[in-house]
């Protein structure tokens, strides 16, 4: 007479026993996610154009991709001028829409443009930063309330010329 536990157990048994024809159908499985990469500025769909479609179908273009929507978003949240970075961002993309129809000039692309925008995001941070301590001369705080303001705006004190040090 079985039990309820020598019934559970043998079930389990067959269970943790992977069949060949299941293990063929996961690496099935998975070489299908491997060929279809995605990416992360757009969804890879059958209406996708040429170059889109060669991102989708190249992990290292994908992974390009990747880096490049971080750049993008870097410099969004530092940016001056939004309107303009938009404007960019438009004009380049549809350059790469109508011009690249093959992966060197779809990878020349991503390299190019992760490039600029991680300039963009240099001279960014760095106009907002001279905009801050702009700020401070003109409110023409003493040196210890300016270095107050720095370190609560996460500012080095020790890059910054005060009064004190002059």
């Known amino acids: 007479m079985f039990t309820f536990n020598t ?4 079930a389990f048994q067959r269970l943790a026993k992977p069949s060949a024809l299941l293990s063929i159908g996961m690496l ?3 070489a299908t996610l491997v060929a279809d990469a995605s990416a992360a500025s757009f969804k890879c769909t059958a209406k996708s154009s040429a170059s889109e479609k060669i991102v989708c179908q190249d992990p290292a273009l994908s992974a390009l991709d990747d880096r490049l929507a971080a750049s993008w978003h870097r410099a969004k949240d530092t940016t001056i001028d939004p309107a303009a970075l938009e404007a960019a961002r438009t004009q380049q993309w549809l350059w790469r829409q109508h011009h690249c129809t093959d992966e060197a000039c779809v990878k020349s692309w991503y390299d190019r443009r992760i490039v600029e925008l991680d300039a963009d995001y240099e001279q960014a941070k760095q106009a907002r930063h001279d905009a801050f ?3 401070l001369t003109a409110q023409k705080l003493v040196p210890s309330a300016a270095d107050a303001v ?6 080095p004190v020790a890059k910054t010329t ?5």
Not at 162 to 166: E, G, L, P
């Open 7 to 10: 019934v559970f157990s043998r």
């Open 28 to 30: 099935a499985a998975g």
């Open 133 to 135: 301590e702009a700020s």
């Open 150 to 155: 720095r370190k609560m705006k996460d500012t």
């Open 162 to 166: 005060t009064a004190s040090t002059q």
